[in-house]
């Protein structure tokens, strides 16, 4: 099953993606679930399907603007140098527990839409990723059953700003500039995703792979990940945890890579599809902004 958020006619709502398009969920007030987040909340993944099973597509989805896949996360955690590779290229020591830092809602876009190049910067990197949208509330849950508490997989673009990342040691101002990152286009459930070391990830820039290398690289593995953030948060429904790019970034080219207004980045992730994004600069704002 494949759970997206969109707007369509001025209007935000989620739904289920099939084979003629997208069945409008959240226009169907008998569920009691406007936003996906509120079904994640409120119903089970079983429930979700077993209620949209055989209804007809309301739009195709071509028509719909998708949106990130939980449009009012909780939470967006994310995951550093957690692949061996760009561990290396980075020059970085392994961490005995994995590094974590956090984005901010309104950092992030929708499939589509374009990733915004602020004018303090020129140095603005991609970073593919797989995320984990939680399903269940959780909190020192065991590694061993971790994985009961995701409802699905998506596509992220950890999008920075090198040099603001660079300020200090703490990552947070080179990843929270407003739309530098996205997330999608859609939530793939367990079920469907099948199993995660089997799956591949490429980001290409401009249709040129930049960035390739198999789940099973990832240096702690999503079981990992959930169990320890269950420790010292409560995760909970629509929570996003992005677990790490691979090797390849822009920043540990020679001469470095950037990506600029003009140009179309790319994450795709095996058995979830592409998360498309075009470059755009941002637009001068008004002094009194």
Same mark, same amino acid.
């Given at each position: 099953m =494949?759970l997206?958020?969109?707007? /369509?006619?001025?209007r935000?709502?989620?739904?289920?993606?099939?084979?003629?398009?997208?069945?409008?969920l959240?226009c %169907?007030s008998e569920?009691?679930?406007?936003?996906?987040l509120?079904?994640l +909340?409120?119903?089970?993944?079983?429930?979700?399907?077993?209620k949209?099973?055989?209804l007809?597509?309301?739009?195709?989805?071509?028509d719909v %603007?998708?949106?990130p896949v939980?449009v009012d996360?909780? @939470?967006?955690l994310?995951?550093?140098?957690n692949y061996?590779?760009?561990r290396?290229? !980075?020059?970085?020591?392994?961490t005995?527990?994995?590094? *974590?830092?956090?984005?901010?809602?309104?950092?992030l !876009?929708?499939?589509g839409?374009p990733l915004? =190049?602020?004018s303090?910067?020129? +140095?603005? #990197?991609?970073?593919?990723?797989l995320?984990?949208?939680?399903?269940?509330?959780?909190?020192r849950?065991p590694?061993?059953?971790?994985?009961?508490y995701?409802?699905?997989?998506?596509?992220?673009?950890?999008?920075?700003?090198r040099d603001?990342q $660079?300020?200090?040691?703490?990552?947070?101002p080179?990843k929270?500039?407003?739309?530098?990152? $996205?997330?999608g286009?859609?939530l793939v459930? &367990?079920?469907?995703?099948?199993?995660?070391?089997?799956a @591949?990830?490429?980001?290409?820039?401009n249709?040129?792979v930049v960035q390739q290398?198999?789940?099973s690289?990832? !240096?702690?593995s999503?079981a990992e *990940?959930v169990?320890?953030?269950?420790?010292w948060?409560t995760?909970? &429904?629509g #929570?996003?945890?992005a677990?790490? !790019?691979?090797?390849g970034v822009g920043?540990?080219r020679?001469? &470095?890579?950037?990506? %600029?207004?003009g140009?179309?980045?790319?994450? #795709? /992730? #095996? @058995?979830i599809?592409v998360?498309?994004n075009?470059?755009s600069?941002e637009e $001068?704002?008004?002094?009194d902004?």
């Amino acid at each position: 099953m =494949k759970l997206l958020s969109f707007s /369509v006619d001025g209007r935000e709502s989620w739904g289920v993606v099939n084979e003629d398009g997208v069945v409008d969920l959240g226009c %169907r007030s008998e569920l009691g679930w406007p936003t996906l987040l509120s079904a994640l +909340q409120e119903g089970d993944l079983t429930n979700i399907a077993a209620k949209s099973t055989g209804l007809p597509a309301d739009h195709a989805l071509a028509d719909v %603007r998708l949106l990130p896949v939980v449009v009012d996360p909780g @939470k967006i955690l994310c995951v550093g140098l957690n692949y061996e590779g760009h561990r290396f290229e !980075t020059g970085r020591p392994r961490t005995e527990h994995p590094v *974590i830092f956090v984005r901010f809602a309104d950092s992030l !876009t929708g499939h589509g839409s374009p990733l915004i =190049k602020p004018s303090d910067s020129a +140095q603005f #990197d991609y970073e593919g990723e797989l995320a984990v949208i939680i399903g269940e509330p959780c909190r020192r849950v065991p590694q061993d059953r971790a994985l009961e508490y995701v409802a699905g997989y998506t596509c992220f673009n950890d999008g920075s700003l090198r040099d603001f990342q $660079a300020h200090t040691h703490q990552f947070t101002p080179g990843k929270n500039f407003p739309a530098t990152g $996205a997330v999608g286009p859609w939530l793939v459930t &367990p079920d469907e995703f099948g199993s995660i070391p089997d799956a @591949k990830l490429t980001t290409r820039l401009n249709g040129t792979v930049v960035q390739q290398a198999e789940l099973s690289d990832l !240096t702690y593995s999503i079981a990992e *990940i959930v169990a320890y953030c269950s420790t010292w948060t409560t995760l909970r &429904p629509g #929570d996003v945890i992005a677990t790490g !790019t691979p090797s390849g970034v822009g920043s540990r080219r020679e001469p &470095p890579l950037w990506m %600029r207004p003009g140009d179309v980045c790319e994450v #795709d /992730v #095996d @058995k979830i599809g592409v998360l498309r994004n075009p470059i755009s600069a941002e637009e $001068a704002l008004p002094i009194d902004a």
